[in-house]
T-cell receptor
Framework: GEDVEQSLFLSVREGDSSVINCTYT??????LYWYKQEPGAGLQLLTY?????DMKQDQRLTVLLNKKDKHLSLRIADTQTGDSAIYFC???????????FGRGTSLIVHP | DGGITQSPKYLFRKEGQNVTLSCEQN?????MYWYRQDPGQGLRLIYY???????QKGDIAEGYSVSREKKESFPLTVTSAQKNPTAFYLC???????????FGQGTRLTVV
């Protein structure tokens, strides 16, 4: 089946930028998402990008999409300790409407 | 406020028992999904339903059952056939406009 891959851990210092990377295999992906999960909670949508876009910026968040390489990244500027969480990349194909998730990247922010 | 409600938040099950996890949404979404989350494995799809009275198996449906008698409700039953049921279970729904998945807060099931 289709697959979404992420690195499992990222550690940054408070105030630095964080970049979380994701690759996907489904060439028919129409929507790509970033979700945040805090301990013991459900997933919260951070941002999303349509497959016909290259970049989307939303306050401290920047999403870059390289459709040729099937690579998606999430950059968090001025990372804060409150950004510590698990971040999931997900894609949805145009026909199925079934979200496929990566394993999640644990972001640890050091003071 | 619109959203998805999962209950209970914590659930304990004895071996050999069936238990049912509740998922209710008031977002008027047609599609609903159940995922299982284990540490380091991300979210795996158990069952999904894209319309009332219809549902499909996901990647790990064995030992689980669902029903979709109402648009708002998609309960998941974890049967005694599920050999390793201890996990965090997440319910989601998707609307038609953006395919954004809305999630409940999850149910943590523990076998005792």
């Amino acid at each position: 089946g289709e697959d979404v891959e992420q690195s499992l851990f990222l550690s940054v210092r408070e105030g630095d930028s964080s970049v979380i990377n994701c690759t996907y295999t489904d060439s028919s992906s129409t929507y790509l998402y970033w979700y945040k999960q805090e301990p013991g909670a459900g997933l919260q949508l951070l941002t999303y990008i349509f497959s016909n876009m290259d970049m989307k910026q939303d306050q401290r968040l920047t999403v870059l999409l390289n459709k040729k390489d099937k690579h998606l990244s999430l950059r968090i500027a001025d990372t804060q300790t409150g950004d510590s969480a698990i971040y999931f990349c997900a894609d949805v194909s145009g026909g199925s409407y079934i979200p496929t998730f990566g394993r999640g990247t644990s972001l640890i922010v050091h003071p | 406020d619109g959203g998805i409600t999962q209950s209970p938040k914590y659930l304990f099950r004895k071996e050999g028992q069936n238990v049912t996890l509740s998922c209710e949404q008031n977002l008027n979404h047609d599609a609903m999904y159940w995922y299982r989350q284990d540490p380091g494995q991300g979210l795996r799809l158990i069952y999904y339903s894209q319309i009332v009275n219809d549902f499909q198996k996901g990647d790990i449906a064995e030992g689980y059952s669902v029903s979709r008698e109402k648009k708002e409700s998609f309960p998941l039953t974890v049967t005694s056939a599920q050999k390793n049921p201890t996990a965090f279970y997440l319910c989601a729904s998707i609307g038609d406009s953006s395919a954004e998945a809305f999630f409940g807060q999850g149910t943590r099931l523990t076998v005792v």
